[in-house]
């Protein structure tokens, strides 16, 4: 090879070899989080650095008459899920793209409840059989939809125990123990599988904990520590048998209206009136700071694994002998053939 045709080759090396080892490797997939504006009637995405990417899809009044949303979730299928406040219904949207799937359990199809009442959906959360529990804020109870949001029934109500006080649930979710738990103004209530009462979780109460006020929402850690929001300005923290530990650093002097814990282990918090989502280390006790600002009234967040980046073919990535014999040849082969090719 002439000394010119080994410059060249360095050349097309040093120019297209890292495009190529971009394009052989196969994109990780990317966290976002979704968060519920409730009086602008929309779900914003953000990607893992608090970028906002936009309203997700179709998730929103426009297109799906979302209305007030409130709670979300991913379901089994990897769906977003959203409570719609404003006519009671519970929304699936496609979990890739947003496109609206249509309303999954119709405020009509809730039955009957005690008292003069209208059914109205607070929390979300799908159990180990792809069953939906959803709690029923102006009713007291629990109701259960099958995957296809058949009304099976009324999973717990109010009463039969003195301290069985559903009264205005909000939250709820299955816990690390298999058992469900749901949050209301008389403190954590937590039910076995079959919806037995098993009572109030430890000192999560306002009795043992006097700064458990005006509980919004609730998350358990990776070791089973339970954290509770509180619209009254703090976070509380539990250890796995519900003793008080105190409230979590920097979560102070705004209220919380949700909470999730993120692909890294830190809890996100949304500020309702603030218009902010605050990140926490909790392992650590340490505030992160600022996530997210800007949102009219955030309420709920979830996050989700998405993998919408497309890619590469890996039969039309070339092999590296193959590479190197375009390189020496100038490059010109190779230039052609990642032509049309994105990055």
């Known amino acids: 090879m002439s000394k010119n045709a080994s410059v060249i080759a360095n050349m097309w090396v040093s120019i297209f070899l890292p495009m190529l080892t971009i394009l052989a490797i196969k994109p990780a997939d990317a966290s976002s989080l979704f968060i519920s504006s409730l009086n602008n009637g929309e779900i914003l995405e953000y990607n893992d650095d608090g970028t906002l990417l936009g309203v997700f899809g179709e998730a929103n009044r426009t297109d799906s008459d979302l209305d007030g949303p409130n709670s979300l979730i991913i379901g089994p299928n990897g769906n977003l899920f959203v409570t719609s406040g404003g006519d009671s219904n519970i929304l699936e949207f496609d979990g890739e793209n947003g496109t609206f799937l249509g309303v999954f359990v119709d405020a009509d199809q809730a039955g009957s409840g005690p008292g003069p009442f209208p059914f ?23 109701l259960e939809y099958d995957s296809n949001g058949n009304l099976l029934g009324v999973f717990a109500t109010t009463g039969g125990d003195i301290n069985n006080s559903l009264d205005g649930p909000e939250d709820l979710s299955f816990g690390p123990n298999g058992n469900l738990f749901t949050v209301t103004f008389e403190g954590i209530l937590e039910y076995d599988p079959d919806g037995n009462f098993l009572g109030i979780f430890g000192q999560a109460n306002p009795s043992d904990s006097s700064l458990f006020l005006d ?8 070791n089973g520590n339970l954290f509770v929001a509180s619209r009254s300005r703090n976070i509380l923290k539990y250890d796995s048998s519900g003793n008080f530990l105190g409230t979590v650093s920097g979560a102070s002097g705004f209220a919380v209206g949700g909470l999730a814990f993120g692909p890294n282990g830190n809890l996100f918090a949304t500020s309702f009136f603030g218009g ?4 926490f280390d909790v392992e650590n006790d340490i505030p992160v700071g600022t ?8 309420t709920g967040l979830v996050f989700s694994e998405s993998s919408d980046e497309p890619e590469p073919n890996p039969e039309s990535v070339p092999e590296p002998g193959t590479v190197l014999s375009f390189l020496a040849m100038g490059g010109l082969g190779l230039a052609s053939k990642f032509k049309k090719r994105t990055l």
């Open 291 to 298: 996530f997210a600002s800007g949102i009219t009234t955030p």
């Open 276 to 279: 902010q989502v605050f990140e």
């Open 215 to 222: 509980p919004s929402d609730f998350s358990f850690d990776s």
């Open 120 to 142: 109205v959906p607070t929390g979300l959360d799908f159990d180990s059989n792809g069953n939906l529990f959803v709690s029923d804020g102006l009713r007291d109870q629990i």
